[in-house]
């Protein structure tokens, strides 16, 4: 069994920072994509950021120059920076992982319980 936790989220100020994090654990053969979406009240789920094993980065274009993802293979963990927050970004995070858990079962996704993020004077 695989589970993603997430922590990090809070109560912020408009221009302020925040940093999430998430760990997968469990049976874990491969560790695929990695991310971040989100979820605002009323809206569907957004991706946020995506990030290859390899390190290769996507951005939706309203974080791009403030949030930066980043991932440590070896732990299992991927984590999202988010500079100059504004209002709009508030939503719940979730954090999303394309895992094996075990050679030859396919690959499967998997999502965190989800984060809030506040953004608010």
């Known amino acids: 069994q695989v589970q993603l936790v997430e922590s990090g989220g809070g109560l912020v100020q408009p221009g302020g920072s925040l940093r999430l994090s998430c760990a997968a654990s469990?049976?874990?053969?491969?560790?695929?994509?990695m991310g971040w979406y989100r979820q605002a009240p009323g809206k569907q789920r957004e991706l946020v950021a995506r990030?290859?094993?390899?390190?290769?980065?996507n951005y939706v274009d309203s974080v791009k120059g403030r949030f930066t993802i980043s991932r440590d293979n070896a732990k299992n963990t991927v984590a999202l920076q988010m500079n100059s927050l504004k209002p709009e970004d508030t939503a719940v995070y979730y954090c999303?992982?394309?895992?094996?858990?075990?050679?030859?079962?396919?690959?499967?996704?998997?999502w965190g319980q989800g984060t809030q993020v506040t953004v608010s004077s």
């Open positions: 999303n992982a394309n895992i094996q858990p075990k050679w030859p079962i396919p690959s499967y996704s998997y």
């Open positions: 469990g049976s874990i053969f491969s560790n695929n994509d």
């Open positions: 990030i290859t094993s390899g390190g290769t980065t």
